[in-house]
């Protein structure tokens, strides 16, 4: 027997699972996007997104899992409005408070604590909609908790339908640990994250939510300081939000569930055939099928006037935010990183 032959049923295997979890990754974004926008939702593209986080976060998801994701969602959305209701009449001091919970975070991901994730998006986001509007907030608080029990219940399903391989291996998941100081990778985070806090906070855009998400994906990814992964990430981006653009015109031009369900079906696995490939590149389609949710998700929004127009101009705001933050997080990244090295002007 040949060596090929010998290895042909572990390729076939691997194989086999790569395009299950393209299928999941695919199915959980059309059907969270669709039944996300079919409620009237604000933000149609949290279900998705949680549910695209959690399956490429390894190769089996449990019941424990969930519970304690969907609870610590809830946790952190309550703690949220708490400090936006007692502080949200002295902007400094929310600021500041802010940044110490959003410091905490990033360096219990620094150190490996994955759960921070779900913490850093509700104290980012829910107070800095709470100091424009509480009812936003409180709307946006049930989008967060809701998405998160509709994300696990897409994750399962999605497990249920394209099974995983008996005894296949975990996928390998890049580490959000740092090299260096696990306190100078969060000091460095936490730079990038608060300066569109407290730029959105001045001035209340109605893009701020949706830029600070994607900022968070991006400041998830342990790499992005590398000067190619940065630029790997941003076309990544790009390329989310330019397929997320032909999504839109897709779908206005046939408005139809059906339609926008196939319309996320195509693309969902565009993205994730690439996403289940691995590689050095997979984190940034992962980038962009993130972007293209967020894209879409802004642009079936209920938009004021000119909807094309406004859709186009929030398109440039979220790519624009993205490229600042990847370029941002490379300069702090590199700054926090390097504490003897000098900068020679």
Known sequence: MSARDATS?????SLGEEHKLAFRLAFSAAFGFTIGHLLGWDFPFLPPLFAVQLLTGGNSFSI???????LLMTAGCALSILIAQAFIETPLILILVI???VFLSFLMLARGVSIANVVLITVSIVPLTAATSLDSAYALVNNLIAGSILAVLLVFLAYAIFPAQAGSNERETASATAEGSPVRAALADTTVLLSLVILFLLSGSPVSIVVLITALTILRLPDVARYGAAWAYFMGNLTGGLAASVAYFLVTWLPSPVFLLLVGLLFGLVF???????GQLASAYGVGLVTFLIVLGIGLAPLPGDSGTVFIERVLNVVI???YTIGIASV???L???PNQSVTL
Not at 272 to 278: N, T
């Open 332 to 334: 702090t990244r590199w």
């Open 9 to 13: 049923p572990i390729e076939a295997e």
């Open 99 to 101: 940044a110490l919970l």
């Open 272 to 278: 994730g055939a690439k996403i289940a490939k691995g």
């Open 336 to 338: 926090f990183s390097a």
């Open 64 to 70: 424990k899992q969930a519970v304690g994701f969907v």
């Open 321 to 323: 935010a993205a490229a």
